[in-house]
């Protein structure tokens, strides 16, 4: 669906991109009791200037007729020299901070 091409294209834009983590997602804190179908997948990519988290998420079966979809990105960036200097910034917390960005949409 739309995050393959999403991710193509990012990959596109960086130099020799690696695929660090490419896996379903699940979201969590249902916080408005929405009754549509959420589904995701989460994916680190790491390039020789930067790394890149995106979190694409399938809102299906929209309410009132369940006939529609949504698809929403989440994407952060950071600069790679900072993961290399000792900054405290590891791939892990930059997934944990785009895990969180995903989880507090409803």
């Known amino acids: 669906w739309v995050a393959s091409r999403q991710r193509q294209s990012i990959s596109a834009e960086l130099s020799s991109t690696m695929v660090i983590r490419s896996a379903f997602y699940s979201k969590k804190m249902n916080l408005v009791n929405d009754v549509a179908a959420w589904t995701g997948w989460e994916i680190l990519l790491k390039s020789d200037t930067q790394v890149r988290v995106m979190i694409s998420l399938r809102r299906q079966f929209l309410p009132p007729l369940a006939d529609s979809a949504q698809d929403i ?24 901070e785009a895990r969180l960005a995903a989880d507090s949409l409803s």
């Not at 020299?81 to 944990?96: A, D, P, S, Y």
């Open 73 to 96: 990105f989440v994407t952060l960036q950071c600069p790679k020299h900072i993961f290399h200097h000792g900054q405290g910034i590891t791939e892990e917390l930059l997934l944990g």
